[in-house]
């Protein structure tokens, strides 16, 4: 996996999120108004970008190409399952397959970065579990009704 280049981790963490806004864009009726869903998005952004880059700058761990010390954990994993978890938790009441599809994304974004650039595998891996629970719980401050 050493010559494995591919950037497709780089576009591809951003899809469940342009198909959240593409779905309610289209009219399809999802949990939330756009003022709730795009108040919640903002929070769990935040949320996101502050303890990621509060980790990276934290631990200083060491790039695999050696120019800076912020490879973990991967913003761009925390990115895909921050915005698998949006669109999961706007749209799990439409078909299941809308949680198989984005998390499948993003599973596949941290597949990707490992294959590119092998930092620790839980730097990946771990932001599965953690996104879920951060934004599992962002509506709760707007939507208190929001599971």
Request: charge should be positive; proline fraction near 5%.
């Amino acid at each position: 996996m050493s010559s494995f280049s591919n950037h497709f981790d780089d576009y591809l963490q951003y899809a469940p999120m342009a198909a959240m806004f593409g779905m309610k864009l289209a009219g399809v009726k999802g949990r939330s108004t756009w003022g709730e869903m795009m108040t919640a998005d903002v929070i769990s952004a935040a949320l996101m970008a502050g303890v990621v880059n509060g980790l990276k700058y934290t631990v200083k761990r060491e790039r695999p190409n050696q120019r800076k010390n912020n490879s973990f954990p991967s913003g761009h994993t925390a990115t895909a399952f921050m915005a698998a978890t949006m669109l999961y938790k706007e749209y799990k009441d439409l078909s299941p397959w809308v949680g198989i599809g984005a998390y499948s994304a993003a599973t596949l974004v941290a597949t990707g970065r490992m294959m590119n650039k092998p930092p620790l595998a839980v730097g990946c891996v771990g932001w599965s579990r953690y996104r879920y629970h951060v934004n599992g719980s962002r509506l709760s401050f707007i939507r208190p009704d929001f599971p």
